[in-house]
Nanobody, 124 residues
């Protein structure tokens, strides 16, 4: 069993930055892929970025490429999402998720464990 706890959300003006953290407990991420998803009000939960824990390969959805960076701290068993040049369209609840197996998937159903989410609000 894996427990995930997100932190780092908040209110920021357009153009600003936030860094989200996803800390795992229960077991390490060593054989997992870890992803970030987001869900805006009235919309489906969608893929944002993911990282292969063992080799650090990453994948991003097109709207965040060049602005968001996913990374990992192996010693802290934590994944980060650095978000720069934030836009009002980035406003959503952001969720961390992980799946057994290191292949990166972009669909919600591929992930086994989820955090509780952290709110990100970008004002214009």
């Amino acid at each position: 069993q894996v427990q995930l706890v997100e932190s780092g959300g908040g209110l920021v003006q357009a153009g600003g930055s936030l860094r989200l953290s996803c800390a795992a407990s229960g077991r390490t991420f060593s054989t997992y892929a870890v992803g970030w998803f987001r869900q805006a009000p009235g919309k489906e939960r969608v893929f944002v970025a993911a990282i292969n824990w063992s080799d650090g390969r990453t994948r991003y959805v097109d709207p965040v490429k060049g602005r968001f960076t996913i990374s990992r701290d192996i010693a802290k068993n934590t994944v980060y999402l650095q978000m720069n040049s934030l836009e009002p369209e980035d406003t959503a609840v952001y969720y961390c998720a992980t799946r057994r197996g290191q292949r990166i998937y972009t669909v919600v159903t591929a992930y086994d464990y989820w955090g509780q989410g952290t709110q990100v609000t970008v004002s214009s």
